[in-house]
């Protein structure tokens, strides 16, 4: 540890900020502790002479150490105390605030972040700072009307919604509104074409507008030169902006194992270093450096400052800096102190993915590899190339190796062809980074001669991303390893740990293999034992998904096949199929659902299951008889293209395992033709021993008197889900009581614009003395049933 003095400060440094989580203490306490024992230890080693004593002044120097992290992480960790914080969701809501940044411009959307003067929640007003992230999203005039005039520093009037961000309202759900909280917002503010929005004072913060009109240059020369697939790679890459790139191509980089290039990290701060030094190669060591330092904190200020970059930067710089001083320095000592760098102004980084990440992949790269490189050299290969490609394969080996447990806690998969991908994909993103910067260089004075680097560019991001493609899609590019938890990442770095030991000091192959064989073997057995299914085995579960204002209902039957009713709204700000239901059936470890519904062809219940589609997560698709309207035709042209399997609503039942499913519709019926889009829903009746659940799509009034007529006591089941999100225009006191449903289960938005459920509704509910169950209050709600009887589990 005497050639790392920074790892030692910063590691009880983190454990201060660790230990905030536990110990909340006060501030001033902390500080008033703090000064005099840092002056006790200094005493103790540099007055007092003797070991012991000395040895003494280290532990409380060490715990200074630790205090300090814990009051940095007390003084920047003050809870929201907003009055917002109470809303959830406010329309018609006033905004008077000062632009703070703005983000580069999106295809439906512009973002912008803000400090409220005052804001006018239902009637009341408020004049605190909040920060508040705001996205306008009237017509493309509009948007690219205020894009051209919005700047940081300006003072704007808007109305539209305020709302929270979204809570984790299902298992495995990312809770959105936790993360935008500890990055300090209180929460966003939409405005939409029918909104006002106007900058009532246009006075500018200098260096921030001088910072995002660059941004603003540099991203319109990347659009207007390249095609869209590679505009999008690029403003990934150099401006740090990865909205333009869709939730497939994420995936396919999360398969193969490159994900990391889609990060601007220490690999684009590399290939920056790489190119200055080739630019200023003839001036002097010191004007050489000093430009490329300058150049570095240019290009960290044009991503938006991201912890990898920053870094990243940290490191290049004191690497340069150590350099000119003709002082030798270690990789362990740079990341220790771009570390505290970092978390010294922002300690919440400590539990960024991103952060995590990049620091594991450099510290695992730095410890792993000379294990590799050793190795590697011990082989003597004759051919050099060969030699090199295993050293690189090495690093990458390295890399993946120390972030397994991030990885699987945070995407759940871990790829295998990752080691090979990277091999090709590092390289020519390196290509593609130089041939752009020469890019927007000369498209800054010169768009035709840029244009031939951006046809190139074209050329070569289709290469790659061909190969990313290919090699995500493989089957067995990946492993499914889910619910990796903390428990599971201590056993990992414990058992790594412990092999690393075991190698350096054992010289018999024979024996290393056979570490490596027992550890990985631990690692298996071990990882497993913290591990609980939600969805019970031989039970019929049910779970109503909270998909906002839609439905979703997820199906584990009691022999294990699955089915999906609905799978929610998709539209170009959200996608639930996206963004909810797959990263549900992820945490809940189903790969495929057998079985999917589509009740009916209105958004709200079918559009996520475009998406489940595109990723293979549907094997069958029942969905009403098809028709001439367009809706039909588009789904029937897609389901084809698909080449999904697919069966229509009728007269018919078929079994799963010892549960029966019952469709209640007649498609060929004279009155069901004459039927709305609503009234044509599929109506399943799902009968497991002696409990019973009804789903009725959004069937209203008039279908409600078909079911009476045509099914009468059949329609008699223990849960209800309550039709069209408990409108008014569905729910008769007739069809309720001919159901008579214990519980009744209703899926609507939290203050949607309906109004659903209506009050009307839930009082012929209440009539009945049937159990009441809102995603709009509680989130997901699961129901499992024994064959005998249905009880509600709590999944959070």
Request: hydrophobic share 45%; with cysteine.
């Amino acid at each position: 540890m005497k050639d790392y003095p920074f790892i030692k400060f910063t590691l009880l440094f983190v454990v201060g900020i660790l230990l905030h989580r536990i110990l909340r203490p006060d501030s001033v306490l902390l500080l008033s502790s703090i000064i005099p024992i840092l002056c006790l230890s200094l005493v103790l080693k540099i007055v007092v002479k003797k070991y012991q004593v000395q040895r003494l002044g280290d532990i409380i120097l060490y715990v200074t150490f630790v205090l300090s992290g814990l009051f940095i992480a007390t003084q920047n960790s003050e809870e929201l105390k907003s009055p917002l914080s109470k809303y959830y969701k406010e329309k018609g809501s006033i905004l008077y605030a000062e632009v703070k940044s703005v983000e580069l411009i999106k295809e439906y959307e512009i973002v912008f972040a803000v400090i409220s003067d005052s804001i006018k929640l239902n009637n009341l007003t408020f004049y605190n700072s909040d920060y508040l992230i705001c996205k306008f999203r009237g017509d493309s005039i509009q948007r690219e009307k205020l894009y051209a005039e919005i700047y940081p520093g300006n003072k704007i009037y808007v109305t539209g919604t305020y709302q929270k961000g979204r809570e984790r309202r299902n298992p495995g759900e990312f809770d959105y509104d936790k993360y935008l909280n500890a990055k300090g917002v209180t929460g966003l503010f939409i405005s939409y074409d029918t909104d006002s929005i106007s900058i009532i004072d246009s006075k500018r913060n200098v260096f921030a507008s001088y910072l995002f009109a660059l941004r603003k240059s540099i991203d319109k020369i990347i659009v207007n030169l390249h095609d869209k697939e590679t505009s999008d790679l690029l403003r990934g890459l150099i401006l740090a902006d990865r909205s333009g790139i869709d939730a497939e191509t994420k995936n396919a980089f999360v398969n193969s194992g490159v994900i990391h290039i889609l990060a601007v990290s220490g690999l684009n701060v590399g290939y920056v270093i790489l190119i200055f030094i080739i630019v200023f190669g003839r001036f002097s060591i010191y004007a050489r450096s000093i430009l490329t330092i300058i150049g570095l904190i240019i290009f960290m200020l044009i991503t938006g400052t991201t912890p990898p970059v920053v870094r990243a930067t940290i490191m290049g710089i004191i690497i340069i800096l150590t350099f000119l001083s003709n002082r030798s320095t270690n990789i362990f000592n740079s990341i220790s102190i771009a570390a505290v760098i970092i978390l010294f102004f922002s300690p919440q980084q400590i539990y960024d993915p991103g952060f995590q990440l990049s620091f594991g992949a450099v510290l695992s790269t730095a410890i792993i590899y000379p294990y590799l490189q050793s190795w590697i050299e011990k082989l003597n290969l004759k051919l050099k190339w060969a030699e090199k490609i295993l050293l690189f394969m090495g690093v990458s080996l390295s890399a993946q190796i120390g972030t397994i447990p991030f990885t699987l806690i945070y995407f759940s998969k871990l790829s295998v062809v990752s080691i090979f991908a990277n091999l090709f994909v590092i390289p020519i993103s390196g290509i593609i980074t130089a041939i752009a910067f020469i890019t927007i260089f000369l498209g800054s004075f010169s768009s035709w001669l840029a244009q031939f680097f951006a046809f190139a560019n074209n050329l070569l991001t289709f290469i790659m991303m061909e190969s990313i493609r290919f090699a995500g899609t493989l089957e067995f590019s990946f492993l499914w390893i889910r619910n990796y938890s903390l428990y599971d990442s201590i056993v990992f770095y414990i058992l790594l740990g412990f092999l690393l030991l075991s190698i350096s000091r054992i010289q018999k192959t024979v024996i290393i293999i056979s570490i490596i064989i027992f550890s990985f073997t631990i690692i298996i057995l071990y990882s497993s034992f913290d591990d609980k299914k939600l969805l019970t085995d031989g039970r019929l579960n049910i779970m109503m998904i909270d998909v906002g204002q839609g439905d979703s209902f997820l199906i584990k039957f009691p022999n294990g096949k699955t089915a999906l009713i609905d799978a929610g709204e998709a539209n170009p700000y959200i996608d639930i199929g996206e963004r909810v239901i797959i990263p549900l059936l992820d945490n809940l470890g189903i790969d495929k659902i057998d079985y999917g519904f589509i009740s009916h062809l209105d958004l709200d219940h079918y559009g996520g299951f475009i998406s489940l589609i595109y990723n293979g997560r549907i094997k069958k698709v029942y969905r009403p008889l098809p028709d001439s309207g367009q809706k039909s035709l588009r789904l029937e042209k897609f389901l084809i293209e698909m080449k999904i399997k697919t069966d229509i609503y009728d007269k018919t039942s078929f079994a799963v395992g010892n549960t029966k499913i019952y469709f209640l519709n007649d498609p060929y019926s004279y009155s069901y033709k004459s039927f709305s889009s609503n009234n044509k829903s599929g109506i399943l009746k799902i009968v497991y021993g002696k409990t019973s659940f009804l789903f009725v799509g959004d069937c209203e009034h008039p279908a409600e008197f078909f079911l009476a007529t045509n099914f009468g006591t059949m329609l008699d089941s223990d849960v209800l889900k309550v039709g069209h999100h408990g409108s008014p225009t569905g729910s008769s006191t007739a069809f309720l009581n001919l159901v008579s449903p214990d519980i009744s289960l209703v899926s609507a938005g939290i203050k949607n614009k309906f109004n659903h459920p209506a009050e009307s509704v839930i009082s012929s509910l209440n009539d009945i003395n049937s159990m009441i169950y809102r995603t709009d209050q509680l989130g997901a709600v699961l129901m499992q049933s024994d064959g005998k009887q249905i009880k509600k589990v709590d999944w959070k």
